[in-house]
């Protein structure tokens, strides 16, 4: 009688820890997976850009210095060669990028 009343205590301790730890897990993950990134709204950042007849190529190279980002592509595929020119004040960098890249029918994706 002893022997079984001692298994169920150890089995409702393992079994209430193990709870007690599955909870937190739940919990702490959700935190996790809810977290905001910084980066995710780099696009809605408003700036004041300029460029007047250079090139694709150099006109991307002076956003990311205008901006904390890093644009990747294909240079075999994109115009970089072609001469640009914008003029942008006080506009979100989404808007200057269509207004940069829609005359070449070129898209760009956030990752």
Same mark, same amino acid.
């Given at each position: 009688m002893k022997k079984s009343l001692t298994i169920k205590?150890?089995?409702h301790q393992i079994?209430?820890?193990?709870m007690q730890q599955l909870l937190l897990v739940f919990l702490f993950s959700g935190i996790a997976l809810s977290a905001p990134v910084a980066g995710q709204h780099i696009l809605d950042k408003?700036?004041?850009?300029? /460029?007047?007849?250079?090139?694709?190529?150099?006109?991307?190279h002076q956003?990311?210095?205008?901006?904390?980002?890093?644009?990747s592509y294909n240079s075999?595929?994109?115009?970089?060669?072609?001469? /640009?020119?914008?003029q942008?004040?006080?506009e979100e960098l989404s808007r200057i990028l269509d207004?940069?890249?829609?005359?070449f029918q070129i898209t760009y994706k956030q990752v």
């Open positions: 205590r150890l089995f079994v209430f820890q193990s408003k700036i004041s850009f300029q /460029v007047d007849n250079v090139t694709l190529e150099k006109a991307l956003l990311e210095k205008a901006v904390p980002i890093k644009f075999r595929s994109l115009p970089l060669q072609q001469p /640009v020119t914008l942008a004040t006080n207004k940069l890249l829609a005359p």
